[in-house]
């Protein structure tokens, strides 16, 4: 069964820095886009960026310049870095896959979710 499993979320006050991780798991033959989503209370899932197999990157604007998405495709895990928090940024993130190639063909799996609260 092909999983995406986060960690690294938490408290932290306005100003701080998370990483938060995202490692794939199951039969994996590739997956070139992975991503980070977030929903805060009340609101809509909304993409904070992606990464493709090669690095490419995009972002959300208004997370442009305070998050750096990264990856390492030998561990099938990315990462997102997350400085210069804001109240504003506190929600659940997801992570997320569109296409996994895996047996039997392909694959859209999100992650099951990680609270990031920020406050002081």
């Known amino acids: 069964q092909v999983q995406l499993a986060e960690s690294g979320g938490g408290l932290v006050e306005p100003g701080g820095s998370l990483r938060l991780s995202c490692a794939a798991s199951?039969?994996?033959?590739?997956?070139?886009?992975m991503g980070w989503y977030r929903q805060a209370p009340g609101k809509q899932r909304e993409l904070v960026a992606t990464?493709?197999?090669?690095?490419?990157?995009d972002y959300a604007d208004s997370m442009k310049g305070r998050f750096t998405i990264s990856r390492d495709n030998a561990r099938k895990t990315i990462y997102l870095q997350m400085n210069s928090l804001k109240p504003d940024d506190t929600a659940v993130y997801y992570c997320?896959?569109?296409?996994?190639?895996?047996?039997?063909?392909?694959?859209?799996?999100w992650g099951q979710g990680t609270l990031v609260t920020v406050s002081s």
């Open positions: 990464i493709t197999a090669s690095g490419a990157t």
């Open positions: 997320h896959a569109p296409r996994i190639v895996t047996t039997g063909g392909y694959l859209e799996v």
């Open positions: 199951g039969t994996i033959f590739s997956i070139y886009v």
